[in-house]
C-alpha cells in the first residue's frame, strides 16, 4: 500500500509538470495561474499546493527535470588531457544543436525558458539557475580553447574567454531564431557551417 501510494504521488507530480510545460507553452509563465494548471491536469488547486509551494517551484522543477541543451554536452566530458579539444569545443556546440531539433521535449522546455517568461520577483532564483548554466558552459569552453591555444591550434588575437562567450552567445542566438521559425533554416547544418567559419577564424596562423 505504501508502495502504491509513493507510485501515485509521483505519477501525479509528473502529470503536473507535463501539464504544466504545456500551458505554459501556450499561454506564456507570467499569464498562468495554478488553477490553470490544475484544471487542465484534472486536478485540484490543493494537488498542486502538495507538491509545490508556489509558481516558482513549479517551474523550477519543470526546468530541473529537463537538461537543457548545452548543460548535457558540457557534462560528458571535461578532461584535461583530451587529443583534440578544439574538436571537442565542436562536438559541444553541434550536439547542442542537434538535441534542440530532436528532443520534442527539450525544444519546448528551453522555448518556455527564453520566450514564455518574466525572470522577475518569485522567477528570479530560476533566472539564476540559467545563469549558473551558462557560465559553467562558457568556462568549459574557455578551458578547451585555452588549452588549444597552448597547443598551437588557435591563435591568441581574442582572449579565450571572450571567445567562449561570443561562440555561446552565436549558438544560443541560432537557436533562439530557429525556434521563432523552424522552417526558415535547417539549424543543425547552418549551425555546424557557422561554427565552423567562426573556428576557422579563430585559427593559428600558419
Keep these: 500500500m505504501v508502495r502504491r501510494t509513493k507510485q501515485d504521488a509521483l505519477a501525479t507530480r509528473n502529470l503536473i509538470l507535463d501539464t504544466a510545460e504545456l500551458v505554459f507553452e501556450r ?14 491536469a484534472g486536478l485540484t488547486r490543493g494537488a498542486i499546493y502538495w507538491h509545490f509551494k508556489d509558481k516558482a517551484d513549479l517551474f523550477d522543477a519543470m526546468m530541473q527535470r529537463v537538461v537543457l541543451p548545452m548543460e548535457e554536452a558540457v557534462a560528458r566530458s ?39 517568461v518574466e525572470y522577475v520577483d518569485e522567477l528570479e532564483a530560476v533566472r539564476d539557475r540559467r545563469l549558473a548554466v551558462r557560465n559553467n558552459c562558457m568556462d568549459h569552453v574557455a578551458r578547451r580553447l585555452t588549452l588549444a591555444m597552448r597547443r598551437g591550434l588557435l591563435g591568441r588575437r581574442v582572449p579565450a574567454r571572450a571567445a567562449a ?27 555546424t557551417q557557422v561554427i565552423d567559419a567562426c573556428l576557422a577564424g579563430l585559427a593559428a596562423e600558419k
Excluded: C, Y
Aim: charged fraction near 30%; avoid cysteine.
Design 165 to 191: 562567450l561570443g561562440l555561446h552567445a552565436l549558438i544560443d542566438g541560432l537557436i533562439q531564431n530557429w525556434m521563432l521559425d523552424p522552417d526558415a533554416f535547417d539549424l543543425v547544418r547552418v549551425g
Design 27 to 40: 499561454r506564456g509563465v507570467s499569464r498562468t495561474s495554478l488553477n490553470e494548471i490544475a484544471e487542465s
Design 78 to 116: 571535461d578532461d584535461p588531457g583530451e587529443a583534440d579539444p578544439l574538436a571537442r569545443v565542436r562536438q559541444i556546440f553541434i550536439e547542442a544543436l542537434r538535441k534542440t531539433v530532436k528532443d520534442p521535449q527539450v525544444h519546448r522546455v528551453f522555448e518556455i525558458a527564453t520566450h514564455k
